[in-house]
């Protein structure tokens, strides 16, 4: 099981890693104050995240004899947002919120899998952070509809 949760969790921290990487250069780009705010802080929060699902996916690495380590396969779904961050903001934080959703989607895919107790408590600590993380975009995305 820990060889399986192990892969799990690098499956969320790549993931995770997508999206800290695609808001970090969208608070670059972004011309909107209150926007570049609000993706760094996005950034801010996908690091924590990040910090706190490596930490313990290495403690699950550790438990395994041949010494699994923490790498694994890029998630695609922000690095295609972030090709298209020259779209309006309202499209852009369309296409993010789809995002967050796949990303909160696989979050619970993760808990779907029965993992261990000590990796349910993580994985779900940091789902809730992620549902404020969508949420609030939604909220912007609402807030920039209403302006457009």
Do not use: W
């Not at 998630?75 to 295609?80: E, G, T, V, Y």
């Not at 909160?104 to 990796?119: G, I, K, M, Q, V």
């Amino acid at each position: 099981m820990p060889k399986k949760m192990v892969r799990i969790l690098n499956d969320l921290i790549n993931r995770c890693e997508d999206a800290r990487e695609f808001y970090t250069s969208a608070a670059r780009r972004a011309k909107n104050r209150k926007l570049k705010d609000t993706f760094r802080k996005m950034a801010s929060t996908y690091e924590s995240v990040i910090i706190n699902l490596k930490e313990h996916a290495n403690s699950l690495a550790s438990e395994i004899e041949e010494g699994g380590t923490i790498t694994g396969r890029a998630s695609n779904i922000f690095k295609l947002l972030k090709a298209r961050i020259g779209d309006t903001d309202l499209t852009l934080v369309r296409e993010l919120e789809a995002a967050e959703g796949k990303t909160r989607a696989d979050f619970l895919d993760a808990l779907s899998c029965n993992p261990p107790e000590a990796t349910r408590n993580i994985v779900e600590r940091q789902l809730r952070i992620l549902v404020e993380t969508h949420d609030h975009i939604r909220n912007l995305k609402e807030r920039l509809k209403n302006v457009a």
